[in-house]
């Protein structure tokens, strides 16, 4: 979309998103089909003539982040009746028009299956909530893409997720797996590297169970990856986020097949106990989950592994804490988010009793204590080596570049006369808290 100031009389929109990539992806889209409608985006809120709210459902908290934003817009609305206000994401799949009901500021509330209708619903005024919506229709009415030089890009695959965990609101307020066809996919990731994209990240809420109409019936992921790594100028290609039960042979052949399938992989387990596992309906073991590591470093063996950790499930004793610090220990993971566990209304698991609080908080700790040293040895065994770094920005530092490595981690690279878009041989230098420095290295 435009920036702001390259029409006098642009409206102005500010976008907030919580939560996950695909709520950043949706938001780029939601901007560019307002961008047709002429609003440009603005990072200043108080500036906006419409403010819209990208948002998560799931976590208790991050739910209630969106009143407490709401609550702070009121003075805001007050001062200036025209500003509309709207909600997007999963909190308006869930509550729907009761957001309005609580928070009458609100203008406009739209699920994530109804974004093509945003422009419709701002001209109108109203809502829009709609889980039946295929996903494709929604991708068929958003405007072309857009990439604003960026040589990295997200491209939704697939959505939604049919594995119902007893603790997760994504199935509900996702709703079933809907996978993007093959055609469309592949014309859009070629459309994407003709404008410069370089690093495309494939996403969905079970990406690796992604069964999408091809040319010749269904096809998994694997041959996805496979096509679109041919693609000519395409150098890096990521997938998130991945369900252990669903990584079959080919996609596991294709990490040591695929010099642009990056060695980087999100794979959550939430737990290291079969007694929680189960509890959880995840359908597979520890020990499946320890045999699956193994075999896709034996096929890609610099693979670093990220992960998803909840403490706390109902139920989860000492020794299932335990199990998890032993699985995190088997692993050695590059980095992994870990969760409190919160009940989420309407999921299997909100029917049991708690955990107490502070055995919660406690377990939280030690696991992110865990993973933080993991992080940090890991981090630390690249220190001395020569990667390929895709300069992302500018650094704020005078002639520093800022770009992601193979692996994924940020690199601040000393380079003055680097450029946005180039792909970089540099060597590592020192590890910082969340990112590596390192200085070009030439010929
Ligand atoms: N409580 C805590 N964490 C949760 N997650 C999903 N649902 C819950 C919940 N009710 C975590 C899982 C998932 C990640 C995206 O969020 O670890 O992988
Ligand atoms: Fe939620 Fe992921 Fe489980 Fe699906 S696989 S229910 S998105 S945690």
Not at 159 to 173: H, I, Q, S
Not at 201 to 212: D, E, K, P, R
Not at 261 to 271: A, E, F, K, T
């Amino acid at each position: 979309m435009r920036k702001a100031g390259s029409m006098t009389e642009a409206k102005k929109l500010f976008i907030k998103t919580y939560g996950c990539q695909m709520n950043v992806y949706d938001s780029e889209r939601m901007a560019q089909a307002m961008g047709a409608e002429g609003y440009v985006l603005t990072e200043v809120q108080e500036d906006a003539d419409m403010v819209l709210l990208n948002t998560c459902h799931i976590r208790e908290k991050a739910s209630e982040k969106l009143y407490s934003d709401l609550g702070r817009l009121k003075p805001l609305k007050a001062a200036r009746p025209d500003l509309k206000v709207g909600v997007a994401g999963c909190v308006a799949q869930a509550e729907g028009d009761e957001i309005i009901r609580r928070m009458p500021l609100v203008d406009i509330v739209v699920g994530p299956q109804a974004y093509h209708r945003l422009p419709q619903l701002v001209r109108q005024g109203g809502s829009a909530v709609d889980t039946e919506f295929p996903a494709e229709d929604k991708f068929d009415h958003l405007p072309e893409r857009k990439t604003e030089g960026r040589p990295t890009a997200f491209l939704t695959v697939q959505e939604g997720c049919d594995k119902f965990c007893a603790f997760c609101v994504v199935p509900y307020t996702r709703g079933a797996e809907v996978s993007r066809p093959v055609e469309r996919l592949l014309k859009e990731a070629r459309d994407l590297v003709a404008k410069g994209v370089r690093d495309i990240s494939l996403l969905g809420q079970n990406v690796n169970a992604y069964h999408g109409q091809g040319p010749d019936g269904d096809w998994t992921l694997s041959r996805l990856l496979r096509e679109m790594a041919a693609i000519p100028g395409l150098d890096r290609l990521r997938y998130t986020t991945s369900h252990p039960n669903d990584m079959d042979d080919d996609l596991i052949a294709a990490h040591g097949d695929l010099p642009a399938l990056m060695p980087y992989l999100h794979l959550p387990v939430q737990s290291g106990s079969d007694r929680i596992l189960k509890a959880m309906n995840r359908k597979h073991t520890a020990e499946q989950y320890l045999r699956l590591i193994e075999r896709l470093r034996a096929a890609r063996p610099d693979l670093i592994f990220s992960s998803d950790f909840i403490v706390g499930f109902p139920g989860e004793s000492d020794a299932d804490h335990q199990a998890t610090l032993d699985l995190i220990r088997a692993v050695n993971f590059g980095s992994a988010y870990s969760f409190k566990y919160s009940a989420r209304p309407g999921t299997p698991a909100a029917e049991k009793a708690p955990v107490e609080d502070e055995v919660s908080d406690a377990r939280l700790q030690e696991l992110q204590a865990l993973i933080t040293a993991q992080q940090r040895a890991t981090q630390e065994a690249m220190v001395g080596r020569v990667v390929h770094v895709l300069y992302e920005k500018v650094g704020r530092k005078e002639g520093q570049m800022l770009g992601k490595s193979d692996h994924l981690h940020a690199v601040h690279v000393d380079d003055p006369t680097g450029r946005i878009g180039q792909m970089a041989r540099v060597k590592i230098t020192a590890s910082m808290t969340n990112s590596l420095s390192a200085v070009p290295v030439t010929g």
